[in-house]
């Protein structure tokens, strides 16, 4: 099993930035994929950034391209996600997510094997 825990969200004006944190602990943190994903209200989970086990290969939803960065310490076990130029349209709830497969970051929710209890984010107009 894998516990991972998001901190870092809030509320913030249009243009702000925040920074999310998600800690792992029970497993070998390198031996996973690691990744964003987002849900809004009445939407379906939608993925928002992706790690390979590395660091080295990084993959992002259109939609935040050139605004969110996302990084990994692997001596922390924690993997972040810095939001830069955020919008009302990103106001959702974040989950930090694991996944043991292969090199391929999959943008499939249901690929991915372990859960954050997730973090609200709004961002006001």
């Known amino acids: 099993q894998v516990q991972l825990v998001e901190s870092g969200g809030g509320l913030v004006q249009a243009g702000d930035s925040l920074r999310l944190s998600c800690a792992a602990s029970g497993r070998t943190f390198t031996n996973y994929n690691m990744g964003w994903f987002r849900q809004a209200p009445g939407k379906e989970r939608e993925f928002v950034a992706g790690?390979?086990?590395?660091?080295?290969?990084?993959e992002y939803v259109d939609s935040v391209k050139g605004r969110f960065t996302i990084s990994r310490d692997n001596a922390r076990s924690t993997v972040y996600l810095q939001m830069n130029s955020l919008k009302p349209q990103d106001t959702a709830v974040y989950y930090c997510?694991?996944?043991?497969?292969?090199?391929?970051?999959?943008?499939?929710?249901?690929?991915?094997?372990?859960w954050g209890q997730g973090t609200q984010v709004t961002v006001s107009s």
């Open positions: 997510a694991a996944d043991s497969g292969g090199i391929v970051i999959s943008q499939r929710a249901n690929v991915w094997d372990y």
């Open positions: 790690i390979t086990k590395s660091g080295g290969v990084t």
